[in-house]
């Protein structure tokens, strides 16, 4: 009985943990809100310098309003979306690819590592001549600086597959998509979701790098506005407007975690 009790017990003890951590964000949240409001105040600077939290939140309003806040993040939604989809299938197929095959490996490595070797914001311009300023160098953009974390976690995960298990399903005379769905995939889902977290929030960066270099919309575009007329207001409005996309974007891969693996009984 005791033996049976136990885990009931630890899982209870670390459902109570997490719903006393639950609200440490939002604590930490609204005291940087208070200190934030106390230093507008106290440090006398003119709000196109320090907004106060005030300031930012009727701006916010403002352009919620006009319908501008809405248009240019659903733009720049689109454009991290449809980059996060292209890079993390290229990453895919290119890691089954080096996992696979020793050849491939050696052939692509060298370019691939001196690839991250290159900021994102120094081949942009190039980008936007070569393919305009229209949405396709923003999606470019936002699948190459996703592409590496993702195609290293898919490797990783589909080379710590362990070999005992590949030989088993050899010997029981699998096929290739049978070792691929049965073995492979879910013994490289954990790590690979792990590389889908870090592009999730680099899509929004590669996003907004894009738009800096050159666009006439988005929330990159939006920031240049609020900067170039001294709206430090909008400028923070856009900022936070990111920093949602991306915690949404992470949430939503911690969502599939928890669905995909649900097997390894995830606390």
Known sequence: MDLNLAPKLEKLFNRNQRRKTRWIPLIAILLTIVLWEALARISGLPAFILPSPLMVIKRFFLALTDGSLLHHTTITLFEVLLGLLTGSCSAIIVGYAIAKSQFFDSLVSPFLVASQAVPIVAIAPLLMIWFGQGISSKVLICALIVFFPVLVNTVVGLRAVPQSLDELMRSLRASRWQMLQHLEIPAALPVFLGGLRIGATLSVIGAV????????????????????????????????????????????????????LAWQEIN
Do not use: K, M, S
């Not at 988005?218 to 920031?223: D, S, W």
């Not at 992470?250 to 928890?258: A, M, P, T």
């Open 209 to 260: 790098v894009g738009e800096f270099v050159g666009a006439d919309q988005g929330l990159g575009f939006l920031i240049n506005v609020g900067r170039g007329q001294y709206d430090t207001a909008l400028v923070f409005v856009a900022v936070f407007t990111l920093v949602a996309l991306a915690l949404t974007l992470y949430g939503i891969v911690i969502f599939l975690e928890h669905r995909l």
